[in-house]
């Protein structure tokens, strides 16, 4: 009987299920959401959960969603949800289905760019005006499956308010779009985009585990000879790693000029033992066991903990890049439209050091497959060539000949095959100076000149490329009116800095309004 019982319950719950994704199927626009093994879904009447528990398997669930997704596809209709990349993996799908479905995450990203992070309590805030709890300040450290069971009340509010934002975001984040004219840019570019990085996380790239083992044993021992070599010539045993017991062994024991004093301590950081380094041979070995150390700890040691079951490692690729400069759980840098790779970072392996080159070593195609290093040659010049119309600047790329050598002869009224290596060395600094804003003082401090000979420098620049002058002009000038600058597809990047009262905001301001449209 109590057999009978539970079929009967598993046969309502199935049923139940079916009414529910049947009645998504004919909606115009269906809200979904994967919450551990629970669907959430709204179609705009009411918000279901449907969590998988004994018959109702995850595996039913996501034929379901499949099913829902095939006549979505059919009838033209549209999946809303967020961060759609990490749901691609439910549905047999191609990149090009990916019209089906509508992310608030990355359309809200897209028209406020400078945020630290995007979640769904955020876009509620924003587009709602509804303040939801975010899940730890509701239920802690629980997992998904623990709060489902001891928490059940709260936590189906929670998931109601997570969908319900969800379906009642999107119009209104659909018209900013289109308002913004960004519409084309979300269309066209950055939802394709979504699935390119997932396919691209899903391949992963293999390594070899036993390489990198064995490049950490290497790592090891050349730890311990530099450790042992700054403990003979300090005579004593320290804590390298410890800022405060270095600053004193450093400023106070050996007396080293250029100690700075702080609240804590004496700085060590980098720069100011870079500056020690040609006179002290024991802060170079510093500074080799820090990088050392670093190379062992995040990639000899951090790596081998992200290989995966088939020997690749799946990192996570993001399009949602900020302005912030940090990285959270998956944002990162600038608001340029970049790509950033985390857990783990693949994107900055080391090449300065032989032991860091090594490190690439590990990294081998799959079968049949090799490795394809393709790179543009002076990409921001060629884009700055192509935006400002210059017609000078566009000839000099058509002469297919050295760039800087070219810049350098008509800039300093050298023939070409006279101009020195110096001259080509200002020449470029100029050039690719000219795409980041840089002032007199910033070239004369690049090139050891005076900052009279770099504003000469840079106004001859502006003399060979009249038009570059205009089109730089043009842009700070267009971002002061509007508060924004936008690139050649429409992408937009707030500036708030050109209305501050602090000039050296509003400077670093008119940098970002001259080198965002081409970053």
Known sequence: QESDV????????????????????????????????????????????????????????????????????????????????????????????????????????????????????????????????????????????????????????????LIQTIYDCYEKLADALSQTAMKELYD?????????????????????????????????????????????TFGEKFNINSPKQLGVILFEKMQLKGGKKTKTGYSTAADILEKLAPDYPVVNDILEYRGLTKLKSTYADGLADCIAEDGRIHTSFNQM??????????????????????????????????????????FIPAEDCIFLDADYSQIELRILAHMSEDEELIEAYRMSEDIHRITASKVFHTPFEEVTDLQRRNAKAVNFGIVYGISSFGLSQDLSISKKEAAQYIEQYFETYPKVKEFIDKLVADAKNKGYTETMFGRRRPIPELSSSNFMQRSFGERVAMNAPIQ
């Open 321 to 362: 890049i900020t302005a912030t400069g940090r990285i959270s759980s998956n944002q990162t840098i600038t608001a340029t439209g970049r790509i950033s790779s985390t857990e783990p970072n693949l994107q900055n392996i080391p090449v300065r050091m032989e032991l860091g080159r090594l490190i690439r070593k590990v």
């Open 6 to 161: 539970r079929e009967n319950l598993c046969i309502t719950e199935m049923q139940k299920a079916e009414e529910i994704f049947a009645l998504c199927e004919k909606a115009e626009k269906t809200a979904f959401y994967v919450l551990g093994e629970s669907v959430l879904l709204s179609c705009g009447q009411e918000n279901y959960y449907i969590p998988a528990q004994g018959f109702l398997t995850f595996a039913y669930l996501q034929g379901k969603l499949q099913e829902l997704f095939e006549a979505c596809k059919k009838e033209g209709h549209l999946l809303l949800t967020f961060d759609v990349k990490k749901f691609y993996g439910l549905f047999t799908m191609e990149r090009a289905d990916v019209s089906c479905f509508f992310d608030t995450k990355l359309a809200a990203y897209l028209l406020n760019p400078l945020k630290s992070e995007y979640t769904l309590e955020d876009i509620a805030q924003e587009y709602r005006n509804v303040m939801l709890m975010d899940y730890k300040q509701q239920f802690g450290k629980k997992s998904v499956a623990e709060s489902m069971e001891t928490e059940e009340e709260m936590f189906t509010q929670y998931a109601g308010g």
């Open 188 to 232: 066209e570019i950055e939802m394709p985009l979504t699935y390119v990085l997932y396919a691209m996380e899903k391949e992963g790239v293999i390594v070899q585990k036993e390489e990198l083992k064995h490049y950490g044993g290497q790592l090891a021992e050349r730890i311990a000879v530099v450790e042992q070599r700054i403990y003979d």
